[in-house]
């Protein structure tokens, strides 16, 4: 007869089953958002001993469900410092009233933050960028005797980095106004893994939304149902398939011409007290003998009907 002898007793057993009881404050400790890539923030964060205190610049770019955030930042320990920012919701002040978070936006609005961070820095008319829209590779490099090109590393959060993604669209704006972002052609629409070239053709058509405006056409001839559901707002605006590249033509003239970020004045308001104002020593009295009037007269009504 063969006896089986287990390791553990029935109190062990029973161990996993028993449910930790963790304070606020040690699970709070664990509460994470996950908003950042702390792997690439680190590699993108980290400066050289060597530069001392030398900020290492980052272009950030994320996207909302209707909005493109661009900003040029930095590191310090109480957190990341913004220099300057621009917003696809800015387009409209440029003739861009529609399609404000598609690939041609995101190149304007990296167009926008560059040229308005170098405007802020004096560099505008020295680093002018790539004023003709082609598509192709474009790098800035620094011009003897004058200032090093503003440099700094594109922020893609958690995006995820494919071929044509419009992340790399602000990139290509950024570039094209003049900053010096380390980039290959390999991300951009374009770009065929197999052969490996580049189609820069492909690439202005994104930018300058002749995909858009194809696209509109196409839906235009067979569905036109679809076609008003879809671009309703484009219909509302007055912008045709036939305009569309225009639009963006005029709206990167008009970046280059004016980027400086334009304040609203603040709104008056008139402050409102919610609360009731204390009553004087006058108006108390007052008071006190309307009730006792009221409660008077009661008595004698209630006295004369009985």
């Known amino acids: 007869m063969t006896v089986l002898i287990f390791p553990f007793t029935l109190k062990t057993l029973f161990i996993p089953l028993i449910k930790l009881h963790l304070s606020l404050t040690l699970v709070s400790l664990f509460c994470i958002e996950g908003k950042t890539d702390y792997f690439a923030r680190k590699r993108l964060v980290i400066q050289d001993k060597n530069k001392y205190n ?25 957190g990341d410092m913004i220099v300057c920012a621009a917003y696809s919701h800015e387009l409209p002040k440029y003739g861009i ?42 790098n800035v ?47 951009f629409p374009g770009y065929d893994a197999e052969s490996k070239e580049f189609n820069a053709e ?9 995909n858009v405006s ?25 912008v ?25 004045p603040k709104k008056e308001v008139k402050k409102k007290r919610w609360n009731r104002a204390k009553l ?6 007052d008071r006190v003998a309307q009730k006792k009037a009221s409660f008077l007269r009661a008595q004698e009504q209630e006295a004369a009907d009985s």
Request: aromatic share 10%; glycine share 8%; charged share 25%.
């Open 54 to 78: 030398t900020p290492k610049y980052r272009m950030i770019v994320r996207f909302s469900n209707r909005d493109i955030v661009c900003q040029i930042a930095y590191a310090k320990i109480e």
């Open 97 to 138: 009233a529609v399609g404000l978070t598609n690939y041609a936006a995101a190149y304007c609005t990296g167009l926008l933050l560059a040229r308005r961070l170098l405007n802020k820095f004096g560099l505008d008319k020295v680093y002018e960028g790539q004023v003709e829209v082609t598509g192709d590779e474009f």
């Open 141 to 187: 490099e620094s011009i003897d005797g004058q200032p090093g090109a503003f440099t700094c590393y594109l922020d893609a959060g958690l995006a995820r980095t494919s071929t044509g993604n419009k992340v790399f669209g602000a990139l290509k704006g950024a570039v094209d106004g003049g900053l010096s972002i380390p980039h290959s052609t390999k991300r």
């Open 202 to 210: 492909v690439h202005r058509k994104h930018i300058m939304g002749v």
């Open 214 to 238: 194809e696209y509109m056409s196409y839906l235009m001839e067979e569905d036109e149902d679809a076609y008003k559901k879809q671009f309703s707002r484009f219909i509302k605006n007055g």
């Open 240 to 264: 045709a398939p036939d305009t569309v590249q225009e639009m963006y033509k005029k709206a990167h003239a008009g970046i280059r011409n004016n980027p400086v970020h334009e304040k609203k």
């Open 280 to 285: 004087s020593l006058a108006q108390r009295k």
